[in-house]
């Protein structure tokens, strides 16, 4: 149990100023679905999904070597 909320508290904290560095709201009522009653950010914090995925991506590969690696 502590393992996963070790990892949220981590991967948490790199993940928002990665995705929404500029701290920006949603927009109500979302602009990009017609008669929508929720809410969506703009259009810059969806650009940068891919590259937070990338980071993440690069980190958990990291860890696997160094686990892999001790393990020899």
């Known amino acids: ?8 508290l981590l991967f948490d904290n790199i993940m928002t100023p990665v995705i929404n ?13 017609p008669d929508a009653n929720f ?20 980190i958990f590969a990291g860890l696997i070597i160094i686990g892999m690696v001790s393990i020899w």
């Open 39 to 58: 809410g969506c950010y703009p259009e810059s914090v969806d650009m940068n999904f891919k590259k937070m995925m990338y980071i993440l991506i690069g």
């Open 21 to 33: 560095p500029q701290n920006l709201n949603f927009i109500f009522p979302c602009p990009l679905v």
């Open 1 to 8: 149990m502590g393992g996963y909320g070790i990892g949220a």
